[in-house]
């Protein structure tokens, strides 16, 4: 079993930033690819980015490429998103996710509860 725990989340202003955090337990964290997701009311959750283990090659969503970045730091168990240069149609729950090195939400074993990032105008 894996543990994963979001923060990080929270109001920002459009073409601010914010840096999420996946705190994870439970398996060895080194060995894990990671994923980000999102998703938005009344809309399926959406492919922001992925990580692998060791190495940590990534791969982004096109509407993020560029803007927002996916890293992990092992000594920490942790994964990272940083965003920038947020738009409003960012805002949703962003969930962290692990298992797996896919854009396909089915393909990940394991799922945080999210957390909320709201972009305001």
């Known amino acids: 079993q894996v543990q994963l725990v979001e923060s990080g989340g929270g109001l920002v202003q459009a073409g601010g930033s914010l840096r999420l955090s996946c705190d994870a337990s439970g398996r060895t964290f080194s060995d894990l690819p990671m994923g980000w997701f999102r998703q938005a009311p009344g809309k399926e959750r959406a492919f922001v980015a992925t990580i692998m283990p060791i190495g940590g090659s990534a791969a982004y969503a096109p509407f993020v490429k560029g803007r927002f970045t996916i890293s992990r730091d092992d000594a920490k168990n942790t994964l990272y998103l940083e965003m920038n240069a947020l738009k409003l149609e960012d805002a949703a729950v962003y969930y962290c996710?692990?298992?797996?090195?896919?854009?396909?939400?089915?393909?990940?074993?394991?799922w945080g509860q999210g957390t909320q990032v709201t972009v305001s105008s």
């Open positions: 996710a692990a298992g797996a090195y896919s854009a396909r939400a089915h393909d990940y074993s394991y």
